[in-house]
């Protein structure tokens, strides 16, 4: 059955460097996000990407955050200058449409900020 | 703004007992409604959904729930469960409108299997 892959599954990084967390969503989904799930807390919405742009993003993605689809199997985020608070586990999901339809979720990367 | 609340942090039950854990939603038009599961230092898995029709539905691994709209509940339901199922369950609302369909998760349950 085809699934979410993301890499690395860990990753330390000292506050203010950056860090790309990578994903491959199924093959033929449409649509991409990410959220991310700080120790303890609920899964928080991160962005959503359709069509090589960003469809909405939430408070949390700020300046610092940027995603990208490099090429036509990964989806990536960009966290510019880390910072202890982006220590969180970071989910990228993926659909093949958004109407009524359900988000399958990678096993996520946990980013440790030190 | 959708909201989702499950007011059980943490609930323990025995192996082979029923399993009940709350969901209520808050959101303006008709819902998309989703369980998903958390096994320790595991992804989200989809135990199932909600769209439309009936309002019970079934999911994996012997689950169902129920939407009932005078309460705006979606509630998690298992007559019986196994020391497996001890893991932390998620629920989800997603908007019904076109383009954009961001999942707005409760603060989620913790279970907890005792033999």
């Known amino acids: 059955e085809p699934e979410v892959t993301q890499t690395p599954s860990h990753q330390v990084t000292q506050m203010g460097q950056e860090v790309i967390l990578r994903c491959v969503p199924i093959?033929?989904?449409?649509?991409f996000y990410w959220y991310r799930q700080i120790l303890g807390q609920k899964v928080e919405f991160l962005v959503s990407?359709?069509?090589?742009?960003?469809?909405?993003k939430s408070e949390i993605f700020d300046d610092q955050f940027s995603v990208e689809r490099p090429d036509g199997s990964n989806f990536t985020l960009k966290i510019r200058s880390t910072k202890l608070e982006d220590s969180a586990m970071y989910f990228c999901?993926?659909?093949?449409?958004?109407?009524?339809?359900?988000?399958?979720f990678g096993p996520g990367t946990r980013l440790t900020v030190t | 703004a959708q909201s989702v609340t499950q007011p059980d942090i943490h609930i323990t039950v025995s192996e082979g007992a029923s399993l009940e854990l709350r969901c209520n939603y808050s959101?303006?038009?008709?819902?998309?409604l989703f369980w998903y599961v958390q096994s320790p230092g595991q992804g989200l898995q989809l135990l199932l959904k909600?769209?439309?029709?009936?309002?019970l539905v079934q999911g994996i691994k012997g689950f169902e729930a129920e939407f009932k709209r005078s309460q705006s509940s979606f509630n998690l339901r298992k007559p019986s469960v196994h020391w497996s199922d001890a893991a932390e369950y998620f629920c989800?609302?997603?908007?019904?409108?076109?383009?954009?369909?961001?999942?707005?998760f409760g603060t989620g349950t913790r279970l907890t299997i005792i033999p």
């Open positions: 909600y769209f439309s029709g009936d309002t």
């Open positions: 999901a993926s659909s093949p449409s958004p109407r009524g339809r359900e988000q399958y």
């Open positions: 093959s033929n989904h449409l649509y």
């Open positions: 959101y303006g038009a008709t819902p998309y």
């Open positions: 989800a609302v997603g908007k019904s409108n076109f383009g954009n369909e961001k999942l707005t």
């Open positions: 990407f359709y069509n090589n742009e960003i469809s909405e």
